[in-house]
């Protein structure tokens, strides 16, 4: 059977627009969507909601993956009781500061 497949960055190049809050929860494949290939897309989303399944992904690679590329973590449970893992970007933030500023 042939499956036709689309990346991350034609996904995020074809909206034409900033992605605002990425939902990822896909039982493990997180491993290979952050690991694997071109993450140029990461640089297009400012939050990422992820829940990672630490029995089948590097949980403490991924998480630091993410910072590197210039996300703030947050773990689940620390913003509230029920939280999952939150990521901001640094970006995202400096510019919310800049026009608070102005």
Same mark, same amino acid.
């Given at each position: 059977?042939? !499956?036709?497949t689309?990346?991350?960055?034609? #996904? !995020?190049? *074809?909206?034409?627009?900033? %992605?605002? &809050?990425?939902? +990822?929860?896909?039982e493990?494949?997180?491993?290979? &969507? &952050?690991?694997?290939? /071109?993450?140029?897309? &990461? *640089?297009? %989303?400012?939050? #990422?909601?992820?829940? $990672?399944?630490?029995?089948? %992904? /590097?949980? =403490?690679?991924?998480?630091? +993956?993410?910072?590197?590329?210039? $996300? ?6 620390? +913003?509230? =009781?029920? *939280?999952? /893992? $939150? $990521? %901001?970007?640094?970006? #995202? ?8 500023? *102005?």
């Amino acid at each position: 059977m042939t !499956v036709t497949t689309i990346t991350m960055n034609e #996904i !995020v190049d *074809s909206l034409g627009c900033r %992605v605002n &809050l990425l939902k +990822l929860d896909i039982e493990g494949g997180e491993q290979d &969507l &952050l690991t694997q290939g /071109d993450v140029k897309w &990461l *640089s297009q %989303v400012d939050a #990422i909601i992820a829940e $990672f399944h630490p029995d089948v %992904v /590097d949980y =403490p690679g991924l998480t630091q +993956l993410l910072e590197d590329h210039g $996300f703030i973590y947050h773990p689940a449970g620390e +913003l509230w =009781p029920t *939280s999952m /893992d $939150f $990521f %901001v970007s640094r970006q #995202i933030i400096a510019t919310q500061e800049a026009l608070s500023l *102005s």
